[in-house]
């Protein structure tokens, strides 16, 4: 069993607002399924608007999410905090089981993963989202500018507030829905977490139903639009940070590998990673963590190191010849090779075998062209 190194939340969160889409667009279409929502305009406008205020939610987490992301005892990545979690599914249960009143409010009269249930045995199951830390994200949430009113029988209405029901040290689910859910500075938010939170829950099934990659906190759009961008368009926005120059060098390997029979798969868990891997016709539809783990090499973003290039080298003794001509840098992370951190570098592990590890700076630019030429090496013989 390995030991993780949880990261501070004001590092977990700007890594995280990192990830949220800088350039989406104004216009593009919506997929009909959507339009039942509301018009398109007001989709992408509410789209733009919960972009902005994730943008304000990760500010806050830097400045005060201390006092309410509180590490786990046996964290299992570097930013695994169960209040991210939490708010999360928070945030994608108001949108999707909100239905609006009067335009400019969600009223939520369901949150099934804050409410305790019964499998087909009857024994009772506890919540998935405990009532304490239901209470903690609202109270969080009132801070980065939502508004909840706590519906009491049919007339009487009280405010969430610190004077009310938030401090209750065991609040029920039951006394806090139905709720009502605005966002004063910007109405529009609403249409946009509503869409949002419907194409959230549709890409849950099966055993993985309660399975969140917090999707809802990197704002994607993507699933909204009538033509979803290809895994290419995709890789464009997630190097857009990067220096000019290195993105094009990424680009171009990703186009020269996927042309020459790769398969590129977005993988989204404690870090982003875009792996190439040889999938045969017969696994084309294994899930992508599945297609990660077949990787010869990937793109990754990562708290740990940043934005990266990991290569799982394999073949190095057929080409020895070869590595021989490479700069005498690259010779030596290849002949270092890749394995169990905490061996290598006496650190302890933090995750697991990722590869050779490029910096994704200007550092590789000078070793672009014999980067490609060991990748080209590593790859498949029926391929080449």
Request: hydrophobic residues 35%; proline residues 7%; aromatic residues 10%.
């Amino acid at each position: 069993m390995h030991t993780v190194t949880l990261k501070p939340i004001h590092e977990v969160a700007k890594h995280k607002k990192a990830l949220i889409p800088a350039n989406i667009p104004e216009v593009y279409a919506i997929k009909p399924t959507y339009e039942n929502i509301a018009n398109a305009d007001d989709i992408r406008s509410g789209v733009l608007a919960f972009r902005d205020f994730l943008y304000n939610l990760f500010d806050y987490l830097v400045t005060d999410g201390h006092e309410y992301a509180k590490p786990p005892k046996k964290p299992a990545g570097m930013g695994d905090y169960p209040f991210l979690h939490y708010l999360a599914n928070i945030l994608v249960e108001i949108g999707y089981y909100g239905e609006f009143a009067g335009g400019n409010t969600l009223v939520v009269v369901r949150m099934p993963l804050a409410t305790p249930s019964e499998d087909a045995d009857g024994k009772k199951r506890s919540a998935k989202i405990p009532s304490t830390s239901l209470v903690e994200c609202l109270k969080f949430l009132t801070m980065c500018g939502f508004g909840f009113i706590l519906r009491v029988g049919s007339s009487d209405s009280a405010e969430l507030c610190e004077d009310s029901f938030i401090d209750v040290k065991k609040p029920n689910i039951a006394n806090i829905l139905p709720l009502e859910v605005s966002y004063p500075d910007n109405p529009a938010l609403l249409v946009g977490l509503k869409a949002l939170a419907v194409a959230d829950i549709e890409r849950r099934s099966g055993p993985r139903v309660y399975w969140n990659d917090h999707n809802i906190l990197r704002c994607n759009y993507r699933p909204l639009m009538a033509q979803e961008p290809g895994i290419a368009d995709e890789l464009k926005d997630f190097l857009q940070p990067l220096p000019k120059k290195v993105q094009e060098v990424a680009l171009r390997l990703h186009e020269r590998y996927t042309g020459m029979g790769l398969t590129c798969t977005q993988s989204i868990l404690d870090d982003t990673s875009y792996s190439y891997a040889h999938i045969s016709k017969a696994n084309k539809d294994l899930p992508p963590r599945s297609k990660y783990q077949k990787r010869i090499w990937a793109f990754s973003y990562s708290m740990r190191h940043g934005y990266s290039l990991f290569v799982r080298a394999k073949k190095t003794d057929k080409y020895a010849d070869i590595i021989k001509t490479f700069p005498q840098s690259l010779q030596e992370k290849i002949a270092k090779g890749y394995g169990c951190y905490r061996k290598m570098d006496g650190d302890i592990c933090q995750v697991d075998c990722a590869g050779v590890r490029i910096p994704l700076d200007e550092s590789m630019l000078d070793i672009a062209d014999y980067i490609e030429i060991w990748l080209d090496n590593e790859m498949p013989n029926s391929l080449k």
